[in-house]
């Protein structure tokens, strides 16, 4: 009785102990990575104790809620220059590199009787335009693809014919969004974006001279790093991280992933 009573008591102070919660990791990423960084994640969790936690939005919107306070553990952004902005309010980054890369197309409606049009080529991009009709765009004012829209416009001299005529969205996703739905005859976004939708077909590519070098730096925030957040940093730049990326539409940086 003893010896039945004693393994009984055992097993209820096993029933009684909690599970050790899984280490938490908090990954900010530009709008733009939502589909690869959600597979990134689930392939890194199959095999590590860990729950990676992602928050989507533009980069300008993210490293604002950082700037908050907002307890992002790792910042994925869009362009350099929103993570230049966070290091000058003082936030501190940590194992700063380039990750990927990025190009910059023209995309239109899956039924759209355009079937290809380069951007650059020959007829401006208004051409494609009825009265009334609009091109979407992530915001210039603030939305790396916006931004690099903008520089790509500027360079092949249809800026001035085109800034009246722009549906702007709060970030990239928004703007695809819009040709998705048909509201715009195209739309200017990222080739991952065009490669993500189901809905939307890409005509064709910018020159990649015609605007920065789309690339996407990543950085751990704040002075301490747990083990596991350092582990994932470590394994978001290697091989496996980056095979899943590319299938996406992303490129590596050079010499990158191994």
Known sequence: MFVRALLLFLASLCL????????SISVYAAASLTDAMDAVASAYEANHDVDIVPVYASSSTLVRQIANGAPADLYVSANEKWMDWLGEQGIQ??????????RLALIAPKDSPVEHFTPGAGKPI???LHKGERVSV?????VPAGIYAKQALQSLGEWKDLEDRLARGDNVRAALALVERGET??????QTDAKASQAVRQLGLFPEDSHKTI??????IGPAHSDALGDF???LAGPEAMAIFQRFGFSPMPGQGH
């Open 16 to 23: 009684a102990t909690p599970t050790l919660a899984a280490t």
């Open 93 to 102: 980054l940590t194992d700063r590199s380039d990750l990927l890369q990025n």
């Open 126 to 128: 208004a051409s494609l």
């Open 138 to 142: 992530g915001d210039p004012a603030h």
């Open 185 to 190: 005859p195209v739309g200017i976004v990222y």
């Open 215 to 220: 690339t996407y730096p990543a950085a751990l």
């Open 233 to 235: 940093r470590t394994w």
